[in-house]
């Protein structure tokens, strides 16, 4: 038992790191130095645009999870 939960582990937290905060998910769609600019707030905004179909499945992202994608935005 103890092996199926080491080996579960980081499955999960891969799954939930993917969703939860990467500049991965935005970088299928936007060049790198178009989001180098934006505030949290911008980001913010555009996800809860109901008109911007292409953020539905970005559109759950908490402010967290914002500011770390515009971490790693910036370090790289
Ligand atoms: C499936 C494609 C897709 C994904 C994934 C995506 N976007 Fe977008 N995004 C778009 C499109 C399309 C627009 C509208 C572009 C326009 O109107 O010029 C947009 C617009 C924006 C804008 C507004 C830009 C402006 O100049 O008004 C911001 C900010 C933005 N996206 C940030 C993000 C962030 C941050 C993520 C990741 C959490 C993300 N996007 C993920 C497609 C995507």
Do not use: Q, W
């Not at 080996?7 to 989001?35: I, K, Y």
């Amino acid at each position: 038992m103890k092996r199926v939960a080491l080996l579960a582990a980081p499955l999960l937290l891969g799954t939930s790191a993917v969703f939860a905060a990467s500049a991965d998910a935005c970088l299928n769609c936007h060049e790198p130095d178009e989001l180098k600019g934006v505030t949290a707030e911008d980001i913010a905004k555009s996800l809860a645009d109901p008109d911007n179909r292409s953020h539905r499945r970005v559109r759950d992202l908490t402010a967290e999870d914002i500011e770390a994608i515009l971490k790693e935005l910036e370090s790289g």
